[in-house]
């Protein structure tokens, strides 16, 4: 008898969430779309830039590539040093996730849903990257699975596809599966979102691995044939990733009033510090490595470091990384850091501004020069570049300011309707 009203029981839940999702979904457009002046002053500058982002991305559909500063010798700039960046930021995003639930840290839960909508945000910003690279967009349709031909399991070009689109559905289920139970003033059912999380852990590893393979898989750019690849892309991404995250609960604490205890960013930082050790012992090694033994690979690594025959358009790019993540490792490793304090946010700025960098034009561009017939032909990002760029992280801030507000006000309990719907269910 008592099954039997435990059955009745779930059912009647189960009807009440279905009935009351379209309330949820109405409650959250409202939320996203109310605020006060600064709210309104930091939306409108976003899409702003987004618009102007979309127009001049408009302009080089319309114009051709011809607009931006590729060419056939460096047919990688901005966009994908941009894309590969935007990955690692999405793979970190989730690093709380390993404290919380492997090691079972309390405090560690309260932050996790920021991380998985940093991971979103990362993600959708990612995939905009690719999008706008690609100088027939309307041809996106030959990488969709049935339509058309993914060339799986060869293409690594097809892994990246799957993994993250697979990532970001994960993500987006964990956000909203557990905003909408907490709009319901209802306990998340572990069977629904652990499990997710557990995979997103792998996921979030997987998704920088393939992306390093796609770069490493490729055998006429030497540059890139390192085994170390793929173990600094993770490395990097447990540093900009919680980085990030740092910063974004520093807003939401100031702005919002959504603040966590200490512990977790306490946390975050010593991952920080080992993630970013690694990566600069990775970096010297790569070094010692690419100038002492020399190779063919080493005539990229002399134009970016030092410049070749009269030209250094990286040099100052890759020392700036190499000094901006040095300076931040080294006040990661200050006593302040640990504190709500400036050095932490001075630290936090350096590291993913370095790693940008590094990861970008200091990784992606080199590998193109000197080109296959040894030239050496330069690359800038354009004015168009820079612009279609910044569009690209306004929409990506826009999403992620969207769901942050909804995630601090279901969190800090200034909603009522789950309330209300809980005590007439």
């Known amino acids: 008898m008592s099954s039997i009203t435990a059955q009745n029981h779930t059912s009647t839940d189960s009807a009440d969430s279905v009935r009351s999702y379209p309330r949820f979904l109405w409650w959250g457009l409202g939320e996203a779309t109310n605020g006060g002046l600064r709210f309104y002053v930091w939306m409108f500058v976003l899409t702003a830039i987004s618009l102007v982002g979309a127009n001049a991305w408009a302009n080089q559909v319309a114009e051709g590539m ?38 079972d840290d309390e405090e560690m839960h309260r932050i996790v849903i920021v991380g998985e909508a940093v991971a979103v945000a990362a993600i959708v910003m990612s995939t905009l990257s690719v999008v706008v690279d690609l100088g027939r967009p309307d041809r996106f349709w030959h990488l969709i699975p049935v339509i058309g031909r993914l060339n799986w399991p060869v293409s690594m070009l097809t892994w990246d ?55 490493c898989g490729l055998g006429g750019r030497p540059f890139w044939n390192t085994a170390l690849l793929a173990p600094r892309f993770l490395a990097s991404a447990f540093v900009s990733g919680p980085a990030f995250i740092i910063l974004v609960m520093r807003i939401l604490r100031i ?39 020399g190779g063919s690979h080493g005539a990229s690594a002399r134009y970016l470091f030092f410049g070749s025959h009269g030209h250094y358009g990286l040099v100052p790019w890759i020392w700036t990384a190499i000094v901006f993540n040095l300076v931040g490792t080294i006040l990661f490793f200050m006593p302040a850091a640990l504190d709500r304090s400036t050095v932490r946010i001075a630290a936090c700025v350096l590291c993913i501004v370095g790693i940008w960098i590094e990861k970008g034009m200091g990784l992606i561009v080199p590998g193109f020069i000197p080109s296959t017939l040894h030239e050496i032909v330069e690359y800038t990002p354009s004015l168009v570049e820079w612009k279609v760029t910044a569009g690209i992280w306004a929409f990506g801030f826009l999403l992620l300011t969207v769901l942050l507000k909804l995630i601090a006000t279901v969190f800090s309990g200034e909603q009522n309707a789950g309330k209300a719907i809980a005590s007439s269910g």
């Open 66 to 103: 011809i607009i931006t500063n590729m060419t056939d010798h460096v047919s990688w700039g901005l966009y994908i040093a941009n894309f590969t960046f935007c990955v690692g930021l999405a793979a970190g995003g989730v690093m709380m996730v390993i404290p919380a639930y492997l090691y």
């Open 161 to 215: 596809v799957i993994v993250l689109n697979g990532y970001l559905l994960i993500n987006l289920h964990i956000v909203g599966y557990l905003l909408y139970m907490r709009y319901l003033g209802r306990k998340p059912n572990p069977k629904w979102y652990v499990p997710f999380v557990f995979l997103s852990i792998i996921w979030a590893i997987s998704i920088h691995t393939v992306t390093a393979f796609l770069y």
């Open 255 to 293: 702005t919002a009033g959504y603040s966590a205890p200490p512990g977790p960013a306490r946390t975050l930082i010593q991952i920080i510090r080992v993630a970013m050790t690694i990566n600069l012992v990775m970096l010297a090694s790569e070094i010692f490595t690419l100038f002492y033994t």
